[in-house]
């Protein structure tokens, strides 16, 4: 069976540093996978790399996210499928949305833990609402492949956990660039460390611990 992903001997270099060094990787569908290491150990451009490969295939939620502020939650939730729909069935969605629109919206959305926020504008959320909007967004999406940098990382530990559990149930193959080691553990089938641009472990989340993980921070927290 081909991978979703595959990298090989994949090197990335940024106004001449290195940031990526020699990774191999391959990712099959149905696993999920979390990418831990402290910040500059390269799992954003990793993540960049995957999506570039599979670009029609990805709900894509990067840390940057994104928003437009001035619109409420259920339209930026909404943008995860704006390439299913014409420029005009969209441009009516956004002026006047239909029922069938927001019945679908407002599904995530309380799962999300935002239904009352529905219609409220992105830019009155706090930093944690915003970034349940950017997960819901991409969930909204539809697609088969989740890749997520750091996309729970504004709310609290529990409900971090809850959401990244919606989003593995709700995606045959998922990679999340994590730096909660307990939340990676928790939530993810198989852990890939990087360091330095390097791939220094990848195992089984079943055989790890968080002390077999601690070093990958060595230069303190990330």
Same mark, same amino acid.
């Given at each position: 069976m081909n991978p979703v992903f595959h990298l090989d001997n994949a090197s990335v270099s940024y106004g001449g540093k290195a940031v990526l060094a020699g990774v191999t990787l391959r990712i099959a569908a149905g696993e999920? &996978?979390? +990418?831990?290491?402290? =910040?500059?150990?390269?799992? =954003?451009?990793?993540?960049?790399? +995957?999506?570039? !490969?599979?670009?029609?295939?990805?709900?894509?939620?990067?840390? #940057? !996210?994104?928003?437009?502020?001035?619109? =409420? &939650?259920?339209?930026?939730?909404?943008?995860g499928q704006l390439d299913r729909h014409g420029t005009l069935y969209n441009l009516a969605n956004l002026l006047k949305p239909r029922e069938r629109e927001v019945n679908a919206v407002g599904q995530v959305a309380t799962m999300l833990g935002l239904a009352e926020k529905l219609f409220t504008s992105v830019d009155r959320l706090s930093g944690g609402q915003q970034q349940r909007v950017a997960v819901g967004r991409a969930l909204f999406a539809g697609k088969p492949v989740f890749l997520g940098d750091e996309p729970v990382s504004a709310v609290d530990e529990y409900q971090a956990e809850d959401i990244a559990q919606l989003i593995t149930a709700a995606h045959d193959t998922v990679v999340l660039a994590l730096h909660d080691i307990t939340l990676a553990l #928790?939530?993810?089938?198989?852990? &890939?460390?990087?360091?330095?641009?390097?791939? &220094?472990?990848?195992?089984?989340?079943a055989t790890l611990t968080a002390n077999d993980l601690a070093p990958l921070y060595r230069r303190g927290a990330a």
């Open positions: 999920k &996978v979390a +990418l831990v290491g402290e =910040s500059g150990a390269g799992k =954003s451009t990793l993540l960049r790399l +995957l999506r570039e !490969q599979q670009p029609q295939q990805v709900a894509w939620c990067p840390q #940057a !996210q994104g928003l437009v502020p001035v619109l =409420s &939650v259920f339209h930026n939730i909404y943008m #928790a939530c993810c089938e198989r852990v &890939v460390g990087l360091q330095d641009g390097k791939i &220094v472990l990848d195992a089984p989340a």
